[in-house]
């Protein structure tokens, strides 16, 4: 008999774990320390000493953002038609200086509330100001694997020389570890910006702190092809660059990864690098497709991001699965080059696998249990007892809209679409008032 926990059930339960399996009358078992103690046919569920919560509709696994810079919230918007140089240099950059510690506690405790509300409890962000973006991570109720940023760019030395940004994440790593925080809600990594923004020994020395530390290495790589044309020319391409500087190797995650080539998908697969792939940013900013079929096919890890809410504006990682999709289906000629399945894992277990965190994504005994419950009484579903049909209605015609309860650590943080620890009109009345601030 499982004493002391939680018991779950729902006519659908999708762990995306091997094989996806569709799992019908299943049940999810919790355990007082918030991991996941069983899941199974509630025909085989052991004898349970504890509460029942039977749900109509879905069980899944919360969604992994890879790739996201949640705080510039306030910002959504702006610049909204210029590539990503303009973009960032003429209309991000000068407005992200005019930002408050407040500002950013606010703009990601109201986007942390957004990603929850669509299903996503874990996002992996770049962004400064750490403090500020773990006290509303915790206020909230999520996740986050917070890579504060380190850059050497106009206007940011108001924060610090890159080495004491870089310095001052090994401190915080040094003094309190990985991860912390109730349920393990933070972990911390390191954010150099790109290789565009820092010199080559900012490359090679931060990501010798990372490995040294077990930490990811979070970075911008080859996004668009005007971004960094120097360091192409030097070197061929920027993996190429982030190779010959020492910079591959350990865990290293290498967001958008657009304008990469088959020589370029080699070192990645070698090195064992992963990709946050954010095709709804990349397609905005003009910055290009990735070529998802060619890095799968190499075998390398690739999870799903948003972006900040400033490029990509939107943080539903549903949509953002199905963008992956079609853009890979138009790229590769193929009706059948990323399946609804494809994605919606993508969104969860390989998400998971792309920032090394075996202890979410899937729906398994000792993963924590972030739970994500979608509506079946929609007519998006068409024949929810067929399993393709299932998935592909969820996928292409459910997503977002029909998520209606989330827990992290088997903590309810959302409750029939509203937040349960954050008073949502006050969230959002904030973050308007920071934006009236900054548009003007």
């Not at 990645?268 to 709804?280: M, S």
Request: hydrophobic share 45%.
């Amino acid at each position: 008999m499982t004493t002391g926990g939680e018991r779950f059930t729902a006519p659908v339960v999708l762990t995306c774990g091997a094989g996806f399996p569709v799992l019908r009358d299943g049940v999810v078992d919790v355990g007082p320390d918030g991991r996941i103690a069983h899941v199974g046919p509630r025909a085989d569920a052991p004898e349970l000493d504890g509460p029942v919560h039977a749900l109509p509709g879905l069980l899944m696994p919360g969604m992994v953002n890879t790739h996201c810079h949640t705080p510039m919230l306030s910002l959504r918007g702006m610049g909204g038609d210029l590539p990503l140089m303009s973009w960032l240099q003429e209309v991000m950059w000068p407005a992200e200086a005019r930002f408050t510690e407040e500002d950013v506690r606010i703009g990601m405790t109201a986007g942390a509330v957004e990603l929850l509300r669509t299903g996503c409890t874990t996002s992996v962000e770049m962004y400064f100001v750490a403090d500020a973006v773990i006290e509303a991570v915790l206020t909230a109720g999520s996740r986050v694997l917070l890579t504060p940023g380190i850059i050497a760019a106009p206007g940011w030395d108001r924060l610090g020389t890159w080495e004491e940004m870089r310095d001052g994440v090994s401190a915080r790593i040094d003094a309190g570890g990985l991860r912390s925080g109730p349920h393990e809600r933070v972990e911390l990594g390191y954010g150099p910006h790109s290789a565009y923004t820092l010199p080559p020994e900012a490359l090679t020395t931060t990501a010798e702190a990372a490995r040294e530390r077990g930490a990811l290495l979070h970075v911008h790589v080859a996004e668009s092809r005007q971004e960094d044309l120097a360091q192409r020319e030097e070197f061929g391409s920027v993996p190429a660059q982030l190779e010959a500087v020492g910079a591959l190797g350990g865990r290293v995650l290498a967001a958008h990864s657009v304008q990469v080539s088959a020589e370029d998908i080699g070192l990645y697969r070698r090195h064992g690098v992963a990709v946050a792939h954010c095709p709804g940013s990349n397609a905005k900013l003009a910055a290009g497709l990735a070529p998802v079929g060619d890095l799968r096919r190499a075998g390398v890890r690739i999870g799903l991001g948003t972006d900040g809410p400033a490029s990509g504006d939107d943080l539903d990682l549903w949509h953002q699965a199905r963008l992956a999709a079609l853009f890979a289906r138009v790229r590769e000629d193929d009706a059948a080059a990323l399946t609804a399945a494809d994605v919606l894992l993508m969104a969860t277990r390989d998400g998971a696998e792309a920032i090394d965190r075996a202890d979410i994504g899937v729906l398994e005994p000792g993963r924590w249990a972030d739970l994500v419950h979608v509506d079946l009484d929609d007519q998006a579903f068409v024949d929810p007892d067929d399993d393709a049909q299932l998935l592909s209605n969820l996928v292409w015609a459910g997503g977002s809209r029909l998520v209606r309860d989330v827990w992290v650590a088997g903590e309810r943080v959302i409750d029939d679409g509203e937040p349960v620890k954050v008073d949502a009109e006050r969230a959002r009345a904030d973050l308007r008032a920071v934006a009236a601030r900054l548009h003007t």
